[in-house]
């Protein structure tokens, strides 16, 4: 793996609780995304980042805020889940020196919310 | 929207022969497109890429065509072998922004 990690691996909540995923990469990589993967959906774009502080929505955005206040840290929070919200959630880096934006995938978390 | 096609959900091939698979997307003009290989409870891992200026890009076993014009990519595993077994993903890119994943093509190389 590209030195990419995700915490917590497995999270099982109740509707209308907080919850703050984590990625952390040792890359120094310039773009960080967040994916949910669904069955029947593939991967859909939640939100990335270009930079510290540098965020922007994708294509599946609603219910969700990110923030990144350092290079290798990117958090993902459902500020009140939903069981909708029930996922598999990948982190992926990009934009390494040298690259032309391949993504690299951390392992992945699997959220349920009941 | 953008939209992205991936040929059949899945895909079953003979062991040695060579597997096709298709990636085809409309309301995008992407700079990069990507394949990804994902297999099952993992994150995808990244195979190729071919930019829009390119044709055709091999590694190993592996070829990638692009036709801009007819917003199209193919994907090409040739002398498939079991552990090729996998779900296959294209993506396309606009400098590492508005990534967008297709649904993917699982394929199944039978012994």
């Known amino acids: 793996d590209a030195g990419i990690t995700q915490s917590p691996r497995h999270k099982v909540t109740e509707t209308g609780t907080p919850v703050t995923l984590r990625c952390h990469q040792t890359?120094?990589?310039?773009?960080m995304y967040w994916y949910r993967q669904d069955p029947g959906h593939g991967l859909r774009l939640i939100h990335y980042?270009?930079?510290?502080?540098?965020?922007d929505k994708g294509e599946v955005s609603d219910g969700y805020s990110v923030s990144r206040s350092k290079t290798e840290d990117f958090l993902l929070t459902l500020e009140s889940a939903t069981s909708s919200q029930t996922s598999v959630y990948f982190c992926?880096?990009?934009?390494?020196?040298?690259?032309?934006?391949?993504?690299?995938f951390g392992p992945g978390t699997r959220l349920t919310v009941l | 929207s953008q939209k992205i096609e991936q040929n059949s959900e899945a895909l079953n091939i003979q062991e040695g022969k060579t597997a096709t698979l298709t990636c085809n997307y409309t309301?995008?003009?992407?700079?990069?497109l990507q394949w990804y290989r994902q297999d099952p409870g993992r994150g995808p891992v990244f195979l190729l890429l071919?930019?829009?200026?390119?044709k055709e890009k091999r590694k190993e076993r592996l070829k990638v065509t692009f036709d801009t014009t007819l917003k199209q990519s193919l994907f090409h595993i040739t002398a498939s072998q079991p552990a090729d077994s996998a779900t296959y993903l294209c993506?396309?890119?606009?400098?590492?922004?508005?990534?967008?994943f297709g649904p993917g093509t699982r394929l199944s190389v039978l012994p």
């Open positions: 890359e120094n990589h310039r773009y």
């Open positions: 992926a880096i990009g934009g390494g020196s040298g690259s032309y934006n391949e993504q690299f």
């Open positions: 071919i930019r829009e200026n390119e």
């Open positions: 309301n995008y003009s992407p700079a990069y």
């Open positions: 993506a396309l890119d606009n400098y590492g922004q508005n990534f967008v």
């Open positions: 980042s270009y930079g510290v502080k540098d965020t």
